[in-house]
């Protein structure tokens, strides 16, 4: 099969017999090893393991699918690095992650760890112990984060399918940069049990892919509470259903103000086209945005800090830098003000629940801008200079902030996609990827192909 | 004396004071980087703070019984 196979097609061919799952993942480890020199999208390939499942022949909606996964995934026999140095000496994982075990339960077949930001602190994807993720559009540039090699992975063609983590946008970035479908569900929607955390105020679990059909279809197979999880709901709401139901009715926005301030011609473009065709003539202001982004940052500094204090105290030269130097300070930020924020999460929260009683789905962009080089430092947002590491996910923040589910959907701006977030009132997945969905198949949003 | 009126030496003094108590080594070379850090996160406290919020609000709930 082509390496842009989406999964849904994947399924088909082999439920028609026109391939097997055994020559679907052995195609898939081809790609990986002639390409992954290039992409530096995986840290870990699990061949054995995924070609003996490919020979037994999995069932399920994503039959033989091949998948992969950011590498703070437990995958059972593998220390969870969380692309650091210092998780690498840990035990192996004894059990795979759950929502990995769900996607085998339903026929994928797991294939492998993705790169990633440091402790996922990071919107760029580099990393420094393992290399930067590549950009498969341009071979220079970054795939974005923390979920960098989620995003270069399935751009790159190697995969159709990849796991990503979002906890101020490292799905949505990654998405945006590379040109490919991210869901970032509600907060508390899928279970984070058997992953390496982050901020657990802000965590998130989704998936990237080239069409919006394998988002849907792995996102409604890895639905459900966990055991041991007493952030994930209870609720499961399956969207593969209503996924071609149309935008009828729906009540759409444009964000103005914050989320337009600082974007790019690219990014407001891509903002522009996705409301052209969807007809939206609606501007909506979403108030105190930029305080929220502020509280997402203060939240983000101190509870990061909290979770690696012991490895601050016993091994901080072995961080990233980069990551190091925001985490000590992030753990000098004053109790008070880190409480401040959390008010102010509640509050920002209400407002938002309230303005999703007079509209359905808000458009923003993902990112101010396209990717930027790797190496690259700062780059201008609202005509200063300020660093692309910190600063990538300033559209991406204030959503996360209060967990409402959204679609990352790619827009072709020139020699580099650019992504726009399609986000929903909380618990309304179905309705974000019903407008994914029409964008995708009135031809405004396609995952492009990497020329060359 | 720094444009918002701290001395340079009051970050430093804060930055020891604080990693003193938490037990982080620190290396002199990272200093610098870690200032700005502090800086920005100063920064984003600015928009947080002001105005300010009404004394009735509870934080978002991390605990539930």
Redesign the interface.
Known sequence: MTPWATAMGITAAIQAGQTTAEQVVTDALGRIAARNLALNAFTDVVADRALARARQKPDGPLAGVPFAVKNLFDIAGLPTRAGSLINRTDPPATRDAVLVERLEAAGAILVGGLNMGEYAYDFTGENCHDGPSRNPHDLGRMTGGSSGGSGGAVAGGLVPLALGSDTNGSIRVPASLCGLFGLKPSYGRLTRHGTFPFVASFDHLGPLARCVADLAVSYDAMQGPAAGDPACTGRIDPVCASLDDGVAGLRIAVASGYFQHGASAEALAALHAVAAALGVMREVELPGAARARAAAYVITASEGAALHLERLRTRAADFDPAVRDRLIAGALTPAALVVQAQKFRRMFQAAMQALFETVDVILAPATPCTAPLLGQQAFELAGQSVPVRANMGVFTQPISFVGLPVVAVPVAAGALPIGVQVIAAPWREDIALRVARTLERDGVCVAPQPKG | MTVDGTEAGDEAA??RA??RT??????PT?HE??V???R??AR??D???DPP?PDT????P?FAA
């Not at chain 2, 938490?22 to 290396?27: E, K, N, S, V």
């Not at chain 2, 609000?57 to 978002?60: C, G, L, P, T």
């Open positions: 804060m930055i604080g990693c938490l037990g982080i080594l620190l290396d990272w980087a870690i700005a850090n502090v920005a996160i984003q406290a928009m947080l703070l919020l609000i509870d934080q978002a991390v």
